[in-house]
């Protein structure tokens, strides 16, 4: 599930080559965008995808899947979980998650 190669929810992507893609892919929503990246981006015609990755030895982002954008895809999501706005408002209170 959290092993996505092209998703765009804590992934970092150079913006002029994301842009420069992005104008040639088909898309309608984010997972309509990530799963034309990825379809292209590891195709045979990928060359204009960059190649160069960077990672930390240990995860620095906390995924929390509150809501669902689209219905599109039917991806998981806390559906009984903490709102997307209760959530919002901890942050701006300066509360943090911490795992």
Known sequence: DWAYPMSLDAHVFRTHELARLALHLDFHNPNTLEASLASYCFSDSSGDC?????????????????????????????????SAELLNTEFLFNRRLTS
């Not at 982002?61 to 979980?81: K, L």
């Open 50 to 82: 960059a190649p160069r990755l960077a990672c930390f030895k240990r995860g620095k982002v906390m995924n929390i899947p509150a809501n669902r954008v689209q219905d599109t895809f039917p991806n998981r999501y806390m559906g009984d979980g903490p």
